[in-house]
């Protein structure tokens, strides 16, 4: 058998150059990518894409003849063009957007009059509103019941008012701050700490025991609602089912024990949550047996 001529060589050479090549770009643009992810921007504001990271879906639509021209209708109007930017659903001149629910601080500015001169000495002809998002120390207050202490003659005995009744008893929260712990804690995910120092830094002393008892006794109450939620999300013709770990319950000192939260999901946009200590399918036999 003959071996392979000079030119055959050289081919081969080239063949296996170029394979080279492709998969070396390849690699290239496979490290390029996770470099993006390790080293790149965090940041979830929305940036335009280069179009030569992604292209376009609709590109194969851009080598597509442009459309004609509408033809003009002569009975139509000009269109006027707007003389200033137009600030959508803005209540004011400022581009402040709020509801009427938010609670507005009026402030009266006194004006630079000449010396010698008040405002009875002018006339007001108008007034110009500048409308700023400020924020108070606290969202707390105290509410103060006083209950008179009466006689309805003066040989009857003395009668005491009784105070409004509170969510438990001999509870020092109102039912309004209650709620609002729930919802910090849950919804907006602040934890009990958390919120104990921003009650010390408005000047309210309150015990994190308080707030994990108020917490507690508040959830039980929940509890009727939950229940029949997630009856209701079981009769779903479509059910979606999964599961998210969390810190609950203490393993050791000083480590909190791997739990699990596993959310339904119905077909009538509602979501129940079982918690289950474990990963384990006897939890989703448990929960979908029935």
Known sequence: MSSPSLEQKYQQSLAENSVLREENASLQRQLDWFKRQLFGRKSERLLAIDPAVQQSLLGSMQDLP?????EPDEDASPAKTPSRKTRRDAVNDTGLRFDASVPVKVIEVAPDLPEGMSLDDVEVIATRSTFRLAQRRASFEVLEYRCPVFKVSKAAPPQATSAPATLFDGSLADVSFI??????????????YRQHQRLQQAGIQLSRTTLTQQVARAAALLSPIHLAQLEHVLQSQVLAMDETPIKAGRKIKGKMQEAW??????????????FSPSRAKAHIDTVLGD
């Open 66 to 70: 442009a459309p004609p021209p509408p």
């Open 179 to 192: 709620a609002g712990l729930l919802v910090d804690k849950f919804c907006y995910h602040l934890p009990l």
């Open 261 to 274: 939260f596993w959310p339904l999901y119905g077909d009538h946009d509602e979501i129940s949550f079982t």
